[in-house]
């Protein structure tokens, strides 16, 4: 069993390729922020190598705004690694102007679409507490 776990949460507003976009995007960020959850890499039959990916399991959820946002408010209480994915990004084209449109965002009321966390296990579990599996 894994001693911490990932968690990303989706807005439950968006369109279907703008959720799978949001989580792929936060999934980077998680592996970026815990290279150390990355596998070996894969093999297959024939000897041809291919990238690795994650050795843990990340779990997908649905919320609205208030939800992302007291997800956002409780991982930052409770000291967990986060990953943000605010509205504003979607009108850019490359991580310096995403930068720049989040630094934009009022702090306190963030316009979440999504949001990728890692921490101990207890305490991911408290944060996401109520929320439902993305379906």
């Given at each position: 069993m894994f001693e911490t776990k990932i968690a990303f949460i989706v807005r439950d507003d968006l369109?279907?390729?703008?959720?799978?976009?949001v989580v792929a995007f936060l999934a980077t960020g998680i592996a970026s922020a815990a290279p150390e959850i990355m596998g070996q890499p894969y093999i297959?039959?024939?000897?041809?190598?291919y990238g690795k990916i994650s050795g843990q399991p990340m779990l997908i959820f649905a919320a609205d705004l208030a939800g992302l946002q007291s997800v956002h408010r409780k991982g930052i209480e409770r000291e967990?690694?986060?990953?943000?994915y605010v509205e504003a990004m979607f009108s850019t084209g490359?991580?310096?102007a995403?930068?720049?449109?989040f630094l934009a965002e009022d702090a306190s009321n963030m316009n979440f679409v999504g949001l990728g966390i890692r921490g101990p296990k207890k305490a991911v579990d408290k944060v996401i507490k109520g929320l439902s599996l993305h379906s």
């Amino acid at each position: 069993m894994f001693e911490t776990k990932i968690a990303f949460i989706v807005r439950d507003d968006l369109a279907t390729w703008q959720r799978l976009n949001v989580v792929a995007f936060l999934a980077t960020g998680i592996a970026s922020a815990a290279p150390e959850i990355m596998g070996q890499p894969y093999i297959d039959a024939a000897g041809r190598h291919y990238g690795k990916i994650s050795g843990q399991p990340m779990l997908i959820f649905a919320a609205d705004l208030a939800g992302l946002q007291s997800v956002h408010r409780k991982g930052i209480e409770r000291e967990l690694t986060l990953i943000p994915y605010v509205e504003a990004m979607f009108s850019t084209g490359n991580d310096e102007a995403n930068r720049e449109v989040f630094l934009a965002e009022d702090a306190s009321n963030m316009n979440f679409v999504g949001l990728g966390i890692r921490g101990p296990k207890k305490a991911v579990d408290k944060v996401i507490k109520g929320l439902s599996l993305h379906s």
